[in-house]
């Protein structure tokens, strides 16, 4: 148990957006915020077999933002009071998730995808503009390869298209795999059930091909850290893929760039959106 309870943790700091405590010990704002948890914006709708939690904030061009695997929309902090100034932000718990349960027996994002194309329909929104972040960066992408009308502009932040070692850092592909393993041991109580598919995903999805990125259609942001668990040459990767795209590698940063580089994220990502997509090729290259 000792052993699953540290795979589990380091996971959880490489891959999920999750709570970090304060330096001076205090309880972590990730804990403490009504974000994920607030009755007067928070939401149930039923949909493809589940019951799926969902809060809105402020008002303006629906924004919906995705977070990672295992997390929920608490990891969205410092995004939602400034994208709701100007935007209607939807956030929603992903399948099996936060607050919406699962029992069934698989996970896929691909099924994530098409559950945030409900939750769209249930809302009346024929598109919108998307930020997503690690895992939920590759729901992001798959929104735009299956359901190419609800995406006006898409921004992805550690997203990968593929689980092996030419995407991801190898000590993490091997950690992950460990915490699968661990995770088989157990008796298979719901709980551990549920982090068997959440496990899973890390280490044997997504597998997203170079020709489904060709189709995306909307201008698309990629974003990295140059020491992210994702590898920086796949994260160029991504972008080349993508016919109308702009890549931005942030330096002295890994996964967290939600979290770590909070206020220049949400203002490049917010002028990403407002400023119209600019093909730059020839003379203007020189730019």
């Not at 309870?5 to 380091?10: A, M, P, S, T």
């Not at 939690?53 to 008002?59: A, C, F, K, L, Q």
């Not at 919906?64 to 410092?78: A, C």
């Not at 329909?121 to 598109?127: I, Q």
Request: hydrophobic share 40%; charged share 20%; glycine share 6%.
């Amino acid at each position: 148990m000792q052993k699953f309870k540290l795979l589990l943790f380091c996971a959880a700091l490489l891959l999920l957006a999750k709570p970090l405590l304060a330096q001076n010990g205090a309880p972590s704002p990730f804990d403490t915020t009504m974000y994920g948890r607030n009755e007067k914006a928070g939401h149930y709708v039923h949909t493809r077999g589940m019951n799926m939690y969902y809060e809105t904030y402020g008002n303006g061009a629906p924004l919906l933002i995705i977070h990672g695997n295992g997390g929920s929309i608490n990891n969205f902090l410092y995004q939602i009071p400034y994208f709701s100034k100007n935007y209607q932000v939807i956030l929603a718990d992903s399948r099996a998730q936060g607050k919406t349960a699962d029992t069934g027996d698989s996970l896929s994002y691909e099924m994530m995808a098409d559950d945030l194309n409900a939750l769209l329909d249930s809302l009346h929104k024929d598109s919108c503009y998307v930020i997503g972040w690690s895992d939920g960066g590759i729901n992001g992408l798959l929104l735009a390869i299956r359901h190419p009308e609800k995406v006006k502009k898409l921004a992805v932040t550690g997203a990968n298209l593929w689980p092996d070692t030419s995407a991801v850092d190898a000590w993490v592909v091997q950690t992950t795999l460990d915490l699968n393993d661990s995770l088989a041991k157990m008796k298979a109580t719901p709980e551990v059930k549920r982090e068997r598919k959440l496990a899973h995903l890390l280490s044997y999805e997504p597998h997203i091909s170079q020709a489904q990125l060709h189709t995306i259609q909307c201008p698309t942001l990629v974003i990295g850290g140059d020491h992210d668990v994702i590898k920086p040459i796949h994260t160029l990767l991504i972008a080349e893929s993508i016919p109308k795209s702009y890549l931005w590698i942030l330096p002295n940063s890994g996964h967290s760039t939600p979290i770590v580089y909070k206020d220049d994220f949400n203002r490049q990502v917010d002028l990403f959106f407002k400023t119209p997509y600019r093909t730059i090729e020839k003379e203007a290259r020189f730019e």
